[in-house]
């Protein structure tokens, strides 16, 4: 089990560029969680999949931020245009249902600049 | 929905104190229980869980119990290490259903030789 795996581990763009944050889950996992920690807000979950269905999207700031689940084993977050407010760190984690814990991956930091 | 209030860092102990980490919850119903630790540049991962009322999570030397009299679910260790250091998050789902927890603020532990 090799985990959640997130790539990049660091990401540093300027403002206004295009950021793609990539996730691939723990093989059989249907659920799917994008969550951004910063220090002032804590963790906050952005949107959740179920069998690569987007559930609730509810927490995604703005039109800016955009995710994707194309197949079981891969999931994107992308902002467009990146702003200095984005900068956090962003994780993905998976779980196998509904009562199952969440196994998370360890994390893009993003700065943008 | 629900929420959850834990207390505020950073804790100091020496090794082998025995620690606390407050954390209270507002829910309707008896929803599960969950304590989170994330250890540096790392993602978070599950520690403990109750998932009724009076149950008692450990894992690792560290305790909980699910408390609906006084809705509280504190963290107890009796000798802390110095490998414990870390940030612990207190945590519980939304509301019903087990999808989207909500997690406390975290609490940073800082243990020393």
């Known amino acids: 089990d090799a985990g959640v795996i997130q790539s990049p581990r660091h990401e540093v763009t300027e403002m206004g560029q295009e950021v793609t944050l990539r996730c691939k889950p723990i093989?059989?996992?249907?659920?799917l969680f994008w969550y951004r920690q910063t220090m002032m807000r804590g963790l906050e979950l952005l949107i959740y999949?179920?069998?690569?269905?987007?559930?609730?999207d509810s927490g995604m700031p703005e039109d800016r931020f955009s995710a994707k689940m194309p197949n079981a084993s891969f999931s994107t977050l992308k902002i467009q245009p990146s702003e200095p407010r984005d900068s956090a760190v962003y994780f993905c984690?998976?779980?196998?249902?509904?009562?199952?814990?969440?196994?998370f991956g360890n994390g893009t930091r993003l700065t943008v600049t | 929905g629900n929420s959850v209030t834990q207390m505020e860092g950073p804790v100091t102990l020496s090794e082998e104190a025995f620690l606390t980490i407050n954390c209270t919850y507002t829910?309707?119903?008896?929803?599960?229980l969950f304590w989170y630790v994330q250890y540096p540049g790392e993602g978070l991962q599950l520690l403990l869980k109750?998932?009724?009322?009076?149950d008692k999570g450990s894992n690792k030397g560290f305790e909980a119990t699910y408390r609906k009299e006084t809705t509280s679910f504190h963290l107890e260790k009796g000798s802390v290490q110095v490998s414990d250091s870390a940030v612990y998050f207190c945590?519980?789902?939304?509301?019903?259903?087990?999808?989207?927890?909500?997690f406390g603020t975290g609490t940073r532990l800082l243990v020393s030789p």
């Open positions: 984690a998976s779980s196998s249902g509904p009562n199952s814990p969440l196994h």
């Open positions: 093989s059989g996992h249907d659920y």
């Open positions: 999949f179920n069998n690569n269905v987007p559930i609730d």
């Open positions: 829910a309707t119903g008896y929803p599960s």
């Open positions: 109750a998932t009724k009322a009076d």
């Open positions: 945590a519980l789902p939304l509301n019903t259903g087990f999808q989207k927890l909500v």
